[in-house]
T-cell receptor, first 109, second 114 residues
Framework: QKEVEQDPGPLSVPEGAIVSLNCTYS??????FMWYRQYSRKGPELLMY????GNKEDGRFTAQVDKSSKYISLFIRDSQPSDSATYLC?????????FGAGTRLAVHP | DVKVTQSSRYLVKRTGEKVFLECVQD?????MFWYRQDPGLGLRLIYF???????EKGDIPEGYSVSREKKERFSLILESASTNQTSMYLC?????????????FGPGTRLTVL
């Protein structure tokens, strides 16, 4: 079993839809979780960063961690074509990150 | 504007060649990382370094070596390139924290081994 599991998609939604991206993780010892966004032919960039359980909101993006079920989620409200990218979840710890496989999202007008 | 730069965006090499990929960061970060990214497999850590001349194996170090002679520079070496090393290679850096804080990535090098 991979330490961080993520459905690679692809996921295709119409503009304005609410998008839900999800990951599961296996090691409950770690408390830092991140979402990176990667546009085509670019390196990943940090989108959201959460510590422990709960929600964190930034504009149209909400990151959620449920430690009881070992679930990490990213919600995108009012999705835009510019949100089309690959989204990678990661858990942090010991100066390293463990990434999920990444979910490719396409938002069509 | 903080930056991680990689020496090449695209590289084509032949089987058996020695390949050098270079990465430079200007953020005075202690940690530097080399990943490869393949479809469906995500980012896999090859090697990382937490200080000059220090290195640790990641999840897939076989066929690779690294060098860190200066804090800002981290090199990935393919001693004898093989076709299964065709991939996107990403370099990253981060400050040293127990949490494994935000990593800043370079634009990547797409390596093709023929």
């Amino acid at each position: 079993q991979k330490e961080v599991e993520q459905d690679p998609g692809p996921l295709s939604v119409p503009e304005g839809a609410i998008v839900s991206l999800n990951c599961t993780y296996s090691n409950s010892a770690f408390q830092y979780f991140m979402w990176y966004r990667q546009y085509s032919r670019k390196g990943p960039e940090l989108l959201m960063y959460t510590y422990s359980s709960g929600n964190k909101e930034d504009g149209r993006f909400t990151a959620q961690v449920d430690k009881s079920s070992k679930y990490i989620s990213l919600f995108i409200r009012d999705s835009q074509p510019s949100d089309s990218a690959t989204y990678l979840c990661a858990r942090g710890g010991y100066n390293k990150l463990i990434f999920g496989a990444g979910t490719r999202l396409a938002v069509h007008p | 504007d903080v930056k991680v730069t990689q020496s090449s965006r695209y590289l084509v090499k032949r089987t058996g060649e020695k390949v050098f990929l270079e990465c430079v960061q200007d953020m005075d970060h202690e940690n530097m990382f080399w990943y490869r990214q393949d479809p469906g497999l995500g980012l896999r850590l090859i090697y990382f370094s937490y200080d000059v001349k220090m290195k640790e194996k990641g999840d897939i170090p076989e066929g690779y070596s690294v060098s860190r002679e200066k804090k800002e520079r981290f090199s990935l070496i393919l001693e004898s390139a093989s076709t299964n090393q065709t991939s996107m290679y990403l370099c990253a850096s981060s400050s040293r924290t127990p949490a494994g804080n935000e990593q800043f990535f370079g634009p990547g090098t797409r390596l093709t081994v023929l």
